[in-house]
C-alpha cells in the first residue's frame, strides 16, 4: 500500500515525558532568524506578544515510504496532520492574537514543496543545521549531540554524527576520502606549524598547491593543508588524472 502521510496507524507507541524539555519553561525565545517558503522569520520577533512555533521530525511525501523504523519511534508519525491541524485552526489562532509558525530539520525546498501541496497559511521554517537545537539545548532521542558547529575567524566547522551504518577508513582498511583544509598561504602554514609530516613541494592536486601538513587520524582519516593558486576546468583536472594513472 502507498504511504500516506495524511492518515496514523492506530498502534502508534505513545511518547512519554522523559523531562528532557523542562528547562524549556520560562526561557527566551532566542533571537534566530530562520528561512521559510514565505521569506525569513526570526522567531524572537514572531514571538514578542503571543508565538506558537511547533516543532517536529519531518513531513511525508505521499507514496514516498518513510525512513526504516519510523512509525515504531514514539512521536515522529503524524507530522503531516498535525500541521494540517494547524492550518485549519489557523483563523482561530490569530483571533486570540497568536502568531503560528511550523518548523523542522528539512531543507528550505522541502519546506516550500510542503507549503504549497497544503496551501498553509503561516511560515514553516526550515533548520537543517539544528541552528534551534543549539539555542536552547534541545534534546535529541538517545541524549547524543548530532550536530554540532563551531566558528574559527569568518571560516566555520561542521560536525556530525553519521549514525550506525557508518564505517571508518579504519574499519573497512582503505582510505576513502582526502580532507583538505584550504589556508591563504600553505608555505607559511607549514613554516608555523614546524615543517608538517609532508613536503610543500611534493605532487598536490591541479587546483591546489601541494599539501603543506599530512597525518592519519585515529579513525584513518587523512588530512591535507592546501592552498587554492587557480580554478581548473574539469576537461583539465581529468586529463591530469588520467595522466597519473
Not at 517558503?37 to 520577533?45: I, K, Y
Not at 607559511?188 to 591546489?208: I, L, M, Q, T, Y
Amino acid at each position: 500500500m502507498p504511504h500516506d502521510p495524511y492518515t496514523l496507524p492506530t498502534d502508534l507507541p505513545a511518547p512519554v515525558d522523559d523531562g528532557a524539555a523542562a528547562h524549556l519553561d520560562g526561557a527566551e525565545v532566542p533571537p534566530l532568524s530562520l528561512e521559510s517558503w514565505c521569506g525569513p522569520v526570526d522567531l524572537a520577533e514572531l514571538s514578542t506578544e503571543r508565538g506558537v512555533v511547533y516543532v517536529y521530525p519531518r513531513t511525508g511525501r505521499p507514496g514516498v515510504p518513510a525512513p526504516d523504523g519510523w512509525d515504531a519511534f514514539p512521536g515522529a508519525r503524524g507530522c503531516t496532520p498535525q500541521s494540517c491541524a494547524f492550518r485549519d485552526h489557523a483563523g482561530e489562532l490569530a483571533r486570540l492574537g497568536a502568531r503560528v509558525a511550523g518548523m523542522s530539520t528539512q531543507t528550505l525546498a522541502e519546506q516550500v514543496e510542503f507549503a504549497e501541496r497544503n496551501h498553509m497559511p503561516f511560515p514553516v521554517l526550515a533548520d537543517p543545521r539544528l541552528e534551534l537545537r543549539a539555542a536552547l539545548a534541545l534534546p535529541t532521542p538517545d541524549g547524543n549531540v548530532w550536530h554540532a558547529s563551531g566558528r574559527i575567524g569568518g571560516g566555520e566547522i561542521m560536525m556530525g554524527d553519521p549514525g550506525d551504518h557508518y564505517r571508518s577508513p579504519k574499519r573497512l582498511g582503505q582510505e576513502t576520502v582526502g580532507i583538505y583544509v584550504i589556508v591563504a598561504d600553505v608555505g607559511a602554514h607549514f613554516e608555523r606549524e614546524g615543517g608538517g609530516s609532508g613536503d610543500p613541494r611534493g605532487a598536490g592536486r591541479p587546483a591546489v598547491r601541494p599539501p603543506a601538513l599530512h597525518g592519519g587520524r585515529p579513525e584513518g582519516q587523512h588530512w591535507y593543508f592546501a592552498s587554492v593558486i587557480r580554478d581548473v576546468a574539469p576537461e583539465e583536472w581529468g586529463a591530469q588524472v588520467a595522466s597519473r594513472a
